[in-house]
């Protein structure tokens, strides 16, 4: 099992920056990608960003690429995502999500989610 807990969410106004944590526990050796996902009220949850276990590669959805950064530092098993220049539309429960297979932006891949963390971007 993988143990996943996100923070750093909150509000903020349109053109801010927040940073969101994913600490992970657990089988971690079992991890192959983490990714954040985010659901809006009344909408799929859609992919945001992912990142290599081990390794550098990351993939970003359109609507936030230029904007959002996925880093991890692995010594701390911990998974980072760097917003800047919120806008409204970003509103949402962001989700950290564990997969033990090499799966990027399908939610249905991944076995293991946190409990979301509330972000708000107000205009």
């Known amino acids: 099992q993988v143990q996943l807990v996100e923070s750093g969410g909150g509000l903020v106004q349109a053109g801010g920056s927040l940073r969101l944590s994913c600490a992970t526990s657990?089988?971690?050796?079992?991890?192959?990608?983490v990714a954040w996902f985010r659901q809006a009220p009344g909408k799929e949850r859609e992919f945001v960003t992912a990142?290599?276990?081990?390794?550098?590669?990351?993939w970003y959805a359109d609507s936030v690429k230029g904007r959002f950064t996925i880093s991890r530092d692995n010594a701390k098993n911990t998974v980072y995502l760097q917003m800047n220049s919120l806008k409204p539309e970003d509103t949402a429960v962001y989700y950290c999500?564990?997969?033990?297979?090499?799966?990027?932006?399908?939610?249905?891949?991944?076995?293991?989610w946190g409990q979301g963390t509330q972000v708000t971007v107000s205009s």
């Open positions: 990142i290599r276990w081990s390794g550098s590669s990351t």
């Open positions: 657990g089988r971690t050796f079992s991890i192959t990608v």
């Open positions: 999500a564990a997969s033990g297979v090499y799966s990027i932006s399908n939610p249905d891949r991944y076995d293991y």
